[in-house]
């Protein structure tokens, strides 16, 4: 098992270095769809709009409003408790409660769980702190995207640099690095001063290289 995760972080740390080298290629189109007239502070008000719920979206019980930040409405939520001890671990808090806006897609405290024995325990640790952060970053956008803009085959560049692949299936929005079994979006549309997030039931992992 030492051996598994120790392969597993190697794998991520790989990926996070790899991707860091690509960042002179050319913006993608779904790169540059996020960065238009969405992204100014002005948008959360539309966002509220078209989600029809401008009394923010409710998460185990706790309303995620849009005067607040990522970070702030995700410490409101017991069953992404996981999300946050990470993001604080891997000294992302700033980062996230900053400008922005991002899209997150957030794992639940069940989909940490997936991961394989030990894997969440040892990415936690100081020394596992830059593929912590290439996992983390892996889940984040940036610009502003809400469900209905996620269109099925379409590929979003990561903060971590690395493709995330979108698909949708009867209605309902997957992310995937290409590879292993896509994470479902179960809380979509969850509106932030500086950004949105959707919930998702799984970890998606960026692609080894």
Known sequence: MKNHFASLVAALATSLVLASCGTDKPATTETTATANSADSLAATAGDSARMA????????????????????NAAGAK??????AAVKAAGLVETLKGTGPFTVFAPTNAAFEKLPKGALEGLLKPESKAALTGVLTYHVIPGRLLAADLKDGQELTT?????????????????????????????????????????????????AK
Do not use: Y
């Open 53 to 72: 719920k401008p009394e923010g979206v409710m998460v185990d019980g706790v309303a995620m409003t849009a005067d607040k930040d990522i970070v702030d």
């Open 79 to 84: 069953s992404v408790s996981t999300l946050v």
């Open 159 to 207: 903060v971590n640099g690395a493709k995330l692949r979108v698909s949708v299936k009867d209605g309902k929005v997957m992310v995937s690095n290409g590879k292993d079994a896509p994470a479902t979006v179960a809380i979509p549309d969850v509106i932030s001063s500086n950004g949105v997030t959707h919930v998702i039931d799984g970890v998606v992992l960026p692609p």
